[in-house]
């Protein structure tokens, strides 16, 4: 009799017991009993097979205490056999209905021949097939990498009328979470995508060949090797063509022969290999030649000209290689369908769901973008039998927070399933174990993508039960509650959600905590099960943390500790609570994005434990620094105890971008001459950072190593000094030996009011001295030897009576080459001579000013980019493209730092380079993120537009640090259709926000 697959996976989810027998089942091994049956395998079995029957022997003795014999198919049929594979026994026990070679690689057969039970599969079916076996008559379970459940039972057992043949939905079924890249745990899971750990032995994967996975553009015409040549082979955007942020020029005939080459070699150093990628780089930004326009004319969109390109590419590769498949992307900009071209029968386009709606199945929502994909799987399935998936079941930006998308998970598995898709990667948080449910995540997405029709809610319940044990009903009490939460139609849940949505209210947010820690106190004394209730439970505690209101904290830096000052409870409980959870042998990643990762780790450090620091001392001078804290120092003290470095402001530290503080140095030798650590930003760069006396000062050493592949490193880094000089309204300074001081005071109160030293031989400059008229106390800054500074700033806080200097430089560090950069604070008690202090009015409060240095811009140089500009006020802009109308320029300001309760008015200074007559300028505002909703938006038009830098206002609001309020700038309107706008470029120089009280 043929068993129903649906029923069979229903019926080991339900509990089949392991103990209860029907009169004629198959008694596989019985407790206290000897071995009634033997394995049988072939004379000269498959490595994988062997070595999951192994797998399957040590499973079936730790349920029943006995332990199978293994006899070869050369040898006597034993009385009772397990026969697994394919076997002379099993060939001869079957004769025509024995069916091996009708099973692809992963599809097996359960058949029983009584006495005997046939296992019988290919390299990877046979073992799928044992496993099958263990979890469905044994109650097995592989939750997790560390945790696996293996009932003890009287005996081992199987129907005797068991006859079923499973093959899976998908030929390729990738769970793209952490955990199930683990070898066994997918193995035993049966997931077989290209980023497990599966090797031949264990029976191979559907495997990219040669490093080519996904967007392999610029690794197939690397721009660096090719542009200075021949920039023709890259985009031409807006009538120029694009080394950095491009596309490939599709249509040019030389492109192709090289990426053709580059293909066929790759896959002749890896021939076995099912597919290899020729894919677009993951921007926008496709070629706009005239060549390349008139063959999307003729394709019918820019996925046209994409399949167009790859299809030569396949139809070479087929003539040597009939067995490879090309993969390409449908994603972006190419996700929409082609009208007059198909794919070949070797090419495989990935159809990608990255901006849909995943509260509940795509299908099922009426979010526009999830409207659009349906008719774009629909389009894709008319006209190839070789769609694969690539589909997003995680948060990017907040991993380890709640993302409640388990009522998508199975109905856009059977989607695919249902309009012919072959292969499905269910990307998740793939840096890290323990994101939001991530194990449950991968385990019943495994389980789906075998079979889309198993009951969901029984797979989560069996999870939630085995793995939390004790702890279960709340777990699940809290799983209920999260998802209603996103049960509402118009409630959607997108990939980037901010865990100051509204779905995660405090009163939400607090109920949950307290079920975990009853979760927690019902599992106190198993500490497997702790584990795993503490790492859910972190995810609320992160939620916690990130909806709580920006604080400026302070620290407290003394020779022996740096500790955090006046932070509130609530922060400081939290941060201690997550980081006793986060801390485990297992890596855990908190974001996508490396950056934001180390930020949030910083920001729960800063908030709870504080740094550990390190003193050296030479003759009367002292130094403090902590190589954990971005590796600041933050004390410089001379013989009377005077601390010239503000540690509050940013101390003393060496940045490869200035946007990237909060890194995650580890700390190196430390002892009486030098401090030391290193950072490395993976595949880009390592900085080894030190400090130690020199020249009758503090030293910082920044050496600067390119890591990138047969690429420069092309950065912009900067030292950065605050001083601790007690200036109160006015600076001054000099270079060298000059005999003139110069001095800038700003023009009113503010903070953060910054300004580009000009200097005519800035190249030529050796030092640059800077005092306090009113302190009388200054320092002497030491350049590095053989540097041109692009440009030099000075930042003044009259609050703190701080100044921070800035040196700024362009470098292009070639391939394995070491850059030096180091400066010298020399302290200096007194200078007279100075110019004379001015005044500040400072009985109001202060404008809150942030150069654009200070600020992002998403898609950095696909979007827009950072440039020097002699009109802005600190000398360089930050610019938007006019190729988009995206928010890519932002400004997450601290809030905490302006006074609170009272309204600012938000200016922005503005050039615009036009493009046309009339149009869009710009469009500028405030969202908030836990309101969803924006402030004060404007939208200049061209045809009013001055020449040069003019100021906008844009609102008048009062900040709500707990919202995390940002503000945001874009472009004007992009014609999608004739790829056209008002503006070429638009600058902004800066931002100010004036209190109106």
């Known amino acids: 009799m043929r068993h129903c697959l649906k029923l069979s996976l229903l019926a080991a989810i339900a509990g089949i017991s392991a103990t209860t027998a029907a009169p004629d089942d198959l008694k596989l091994a019985v407790r206290g009993q000897q071995p009634a049956y033997s394995i049988v395998i072939a004379a000269e ?9 192994e797998d399957f022997r040590q499973h079936v003795q730790q349920i029943t205490g006995v332990m199978l014999p293994v ?70 379970r592989w939750y997790a990498s560390w945790h696996n459940v293996v009932p003890k039972a009287d005996a081992f057992q199987v129907p005797a009328d068991l006859d079923e043949t499973q093959k899976p939905a998908f030929l390729m079924r990738e769970p793209f979470w952490f955990d199930v890249f683990n070898t066994y745990q997918a193995l035993r899971n049966k997931c077989n995508g290209n980023q497990m750990s599966l090797d031949e032995k264990h029976g191979g994967k559907i495997r990219f060949g040669a490093g080519l996975f996904v967007h392999t553009f610029n690794r197939l ?126 090419v495989v386009p990935r159809l990608c769901t990255i901006e849909c709606d ?51 998970l199975q109905g856009n598995v059977k989607l695919f399933r249902d309009w012919h898709v072959i292969g499905v990667m269910e990307q998740g948080a793939y840096q890290g174990y323990h994101a939001d449910f991530a194990e449950l995540k991968g385990w019943v997405l495994a389980k789906l993508l075998w079979n889309p029709d198993v009951d969901v809610q029984a797979l989560i319940d069996d999870f939630i039960n085995g793995y939390y044990g004790p702890a279960a009903p709340y777990v699940k009490q809290y799983v209920d509650e999260l998802h209603a939460r996103v049960a509402a139609p118009a409630v959607k849940l997108k990939l980037w959600t901010p865990m100051t949505s509204k779905i995660f209210s405090d009163e939400f947010l607090l109920r949950a905590t307290e079920l975990f820690e009853k979760a927690e106190e019902a599992v106190k004394n198993d500490p497997i099960l702790l584990h795993n209730v503490q790492k859910a439970a972190m995810t609320v505690y992160y939620a916690r943390f990130e909806r709580l209101p920006s604080e ?130 993976r595949g880009h760069y390592r900085l080894n950072q030190a400090y130690f006396f020199q020249n009758g000062g503090l030293a910082i050493s920044a050496q600067i190593s390119n890591l990138r592949d047969k690429q420069a490193l092309d950065i912009k880094p900067n030292a950065k000094i605050a001083l601790a000089l007690n200036c109160q309204a006015t600076v001054a300074y000099k270079f060298d030996d000059d005999a003139t001081w110069k001095a800038y005071t ?121 440039a020097a500009d002699p009109e802005a ?16 320029f932002n400004s997450r300001i601290d809030l905490g730092k302006l006074v609170p309760g009272i309204p600012y008015k938000f200016r922005i200074r503005v050039k615009v380079e036009k493009a046309k007559d009339k149009g869009d300028a710009f469009w500028a505002g405030i969202y908030d993120q836990a309101e969803k909703r924006g402030y004060g938006e404007i939208r200049p038009k061209v045809e009013d537009i001055k020449d040069g830098y003019q100021w906008y206002d844009v609102c008048t609001w009062t900040p ?24 070429k470029k638009v600058y902004i120089d800066r931002i100010e926000l004036v209190p109106m009280k």
């Open 45 to 53: 079995p498959l490595e994988p097979i062997a070595l999951a029957v």
């Open 221 to 346: 015409l690397n721009p660096n090797e090719y542009f200075d040549e021949h920039p023709e082979y890259f985009s031409e955007i807006k009538g120029e063509r694009k080394k950095d942020y491009s596309q490939l020029c599709l249509s040019n005939p030389d492109v192709l022969k090289i990426v053709t080459r580059k293909v066929l070699e790759a896959i002749r150093r890896d021939p076995t290999a099912t597919m290899y990628s020729v894919s677009q780089n993951d921007w926008y930004n496709y070629c706009e030649c005239k060549n390349c326009a008139e063959i999307v004319k003729q394709t019918g969109n820019q996925a046209g000209i994409l399949i167009w390109f790859v299809n030569q590419v396949a139809e070479e590769v087929e003539k040597e290689f009939p067995n490879a498949l090309i993969e390409t992307l449908a994603y972006q900009y190419t996700r929409e369908p082609p009208p007059n071209i198909k794919p070949r029968h070797n």
């Open 552 to 681: 400026n904290i302070k620290y407290s830096w003394t020779d022996s500790s740096l500790v955090p000052e006046k932070v509130t409870a609530l922060r400081k409980e939290l941060a201690e609570k997550i980081l006793e959870r986060f801390t485990c042998e297992h890596r855990i990643q908190i974001a996508e994005s490396g950056t934001r990762h180390e930020t949030v780790l910083q920001n729960w450090k800063n908030a709870s434990q504080g740094h550990e620091v390190f003193k050296i001392e030479k003759g009367e001078l002292a130094a403090v620094a902590a190589p954990t804290f971005d590796c600041i120092a933050g004390i410089l003290r001379d013989k009377s105890g005077y601390n010239y470095l503000d540690g509050n402001a940013g101390g003393m530290a060496y940045y490869i971008d200035i946007r990237d503080q909060g890194r995650l140095f580890k700390p190196g030798k430390c002892d009486s001459e030098a401090i030391r650590a290193t950072y490395e930003k």
């Open 746 to 866: 700003p023009e009113r109160f503010a903070i953060n009011d910054i300004f580009a030293i000009k200097d005519d031989n800035l190249a030529k400059r050796r030092s640059l001295t800077i005092a306090s008229p009113y302190s009388k106390r200054a320092v002497r800054i030491l350049f590095p030897k053989q540097v041109n500074f692009d440009e030099i700033k000075l930042q003044l806080d009259p609050v703190a009576g701080s100044v921070i200097f800035y040196a700024l430089e362009s470098i292009s560090v070639q391939e394995k080459q070491v850059v030096d950069r180091t400066f010298v604070v020399q302290p200096i008690q007194q200078v007279d001579n100075l110019p004379p202090n001015r005044t500040l009015d400072k009985s109001a409060n202060p404008v809150f000013v942030q150069e654009d240095f200070a600020m992002s811009i998403s898609r950095l140089g696909e979007w827009g980019e950072f």
């Open 873 to 888: 006020i600190d000398g360089s802009a930050a610019v938007m493209f006019g190729t988009h109308y995206e928010w890519c």
């Open 960 to 983: 709500k640090p707990e919202n995390n309020q940002w503000l945001w700038a874009g472009p004007g309107i992009f014609d999608l259709k004739t790829e056209t706008s008002a503006v």
């Open 358 to 408: 995943f509260a509940r199945p795509i299908d099922q929502s009426d979010e526009p973008t999830n409207i659009k994909f349906i008719n774009d799987i629909k389009g894709w399935a008319k006209m190839t039998d070789k769609m694969f998936i690539w589909d997003y079941t995680t948060n990017f930006g907040h991993y380890i927070g709640p993302f409640p998308n388990f009522k998508a």
């Open 71 to 140: 006899v070869k198919d050369d040898q006597p049929l034993p009385s009772a056999a397990i026969i697994v594979g394919d076997t002379r026994h099993g060939r001869q026990l079957l004769g025509k209905d024995y069916n091996l070679d009708s099973l692809d690689d992963d599809s097996f057969t359960l058949r029983v021949k009584a006495p005997h039970l046939l296992v019988i599969g290919k390299k990877r079916g046979a073992q799928y097939g044992l496993y099958e076996l263990l979890e469905r008559f044994g109650k097995c």
